[in-house]
């Protein structure tokens, strides 16, 4: 652990021009620290400036351009299940700012040698119970009374859930300027992706609870989550919606289909002031973080399949470039499957 932390420490001095004198106070600090307790804890600027690293780091995500901006709220003091659902729901409101998204992180306890102090099973805050993605949480919670999945962790090794109240979450009604008869189809997608089954890691902590958003791009909605066959798979009643010819593939209407999707979901997003990026707009971010970076001295990782968009992908640069997807640390990793979940229910 130690090592790890050295590393850590040594990064973030070098990078925020600490004093040498004060880098080896804090490196021996941590080491007795260590010494008596098998552990250490994080400054609130360690927490903070390793929590946006940790997005500057993470190979996946095409929106790093604004890691510095991360919001990062810490409640590593939380202990008790009442504190930790209304710190989940103040994330979820603060966040998402009625349409004005923040990016922004809630940390709990970090992980000891003895115990995970929460844990939460969801991998998104909020969910369509209706969704298959959602089956898991559906095993554990024998009858769910909402359109959203409650929210299910653990305390301490104990199972307990939540249901966050209908006025919080944000809903966008999806519509198409074009195509009225789209509308009638009644669709619509919540505002904000909040990631909550990954764990971060910095220095050699593990924090296994740390909810985090950005906003969507419109391809995740419009591409991946309304049209994907182990999905909402609705290409065929969208489709008739905007009256293409389904006869034969030569008229490509599974393309259109799926061009004038993504603009719906931008479209909506847009004329009814929630954030949203498009998939051009998106690659261009990302151009920007690689220069940046270069001329930060530092080599950009990413994984090439998560990178580039799934709609026109070659017409954005990602696609033309290989990346290296090495992972270093700080970082977000997810938790290896079948680990959260035990097969308990919750009642």
């Known amino acids: 652990m130690y090592d790890k932390a050295e590393i850590f420490i040594r990064q973030m001095h070098d990078e925020l021009e600490f004093e040498q004198a004060v880098t080896e106070q804090r ?16 400054t609130a600027e360690e927490l903070e400036y390793g929590t946006r690293v940790a997005w500057r780091n993470s190979n996946r995500c095409i929106g790093r351009l604004f890691w510095d901006k991360l919001k990062v709220i810490d409640k590593r003091d939380i202990s008790d299940c009442v504190s930790f659902e209304e710190a989940v729901t103040s994330h979820i409101v603060e966040a998402t700012n009625s349409g004005k998204i923040r990016p922004t992180i809630t940390i709990f306890p970090q992980a000891t040698a003895h115990e995970v102090p929460f844990i939460i099973l969801n991998d998104q805050l909020i969910r369509y119970a209706s969704d298959p993605l959602a089956e898991p949480i559906r095993q554990l919670v024998p009858k769910i009374e909402n359109r959203f999945l409650p929210i299910v962790y653990r305390h301490k090794g104990e199972m307990h859930r939540f249901s966050l109240p209908d006025n919080i979450v944000l809903e966008v009604p999806l519509i198409h300027p074009d195509y ?38 419109e391809s995740e909605i419009a591409s991946r989550n309304l049209l994907d066959c182990y999905r909402y798979n609705l290409i065929e ?22 061009v004038e999707l993504n603009y719906a979901v931008y479209h909506s997003y847009k004329s009814q002031g929630v954030a949203i990026v498009d998939h051009y707009t998106a690659s261009k971010q990302f151009e920007k973080f690689e220069q940046q970076e270069l001329q930060s001295g530092r080599k950009v990782t990413g994984d090439w399949t998560w990178l580039i968009p799934p709609i026109s992908p070659s017409l954005v640069h990602n696609f033309h470039k290989g990346y290296d997807n090495t992972y270093h640390d700080p970082n977000f990793y997810y938790r290896k499957k079948g680990c959260p979940f035990s097969g308990q229910r919750t009642n």
């Open 27 to 42: 490196l021996l600090a941590i080491k007795e620290e260590i010494k008596k307790t098998g552990s250490y804890h994080h």
């Open 180 to 217: 009225p008869d789209f509308s009638k189809l009644n669709l619509s997608w919540y505002a904000v992706p909040f990631i909550s089954g990954m764990e971060l890691r910095i220095g050699g902590i593990t924090y296994p609870c740390a909810p985090f958003n950005g906003w969507y791009m």
């Open 237 to 258: 009643e969208i489709a008739d919606s905007f009256h293409f010819d389904r006869s034969k593939t030569a008229t490509y209407w599974r393309d259109k289909t799926l």
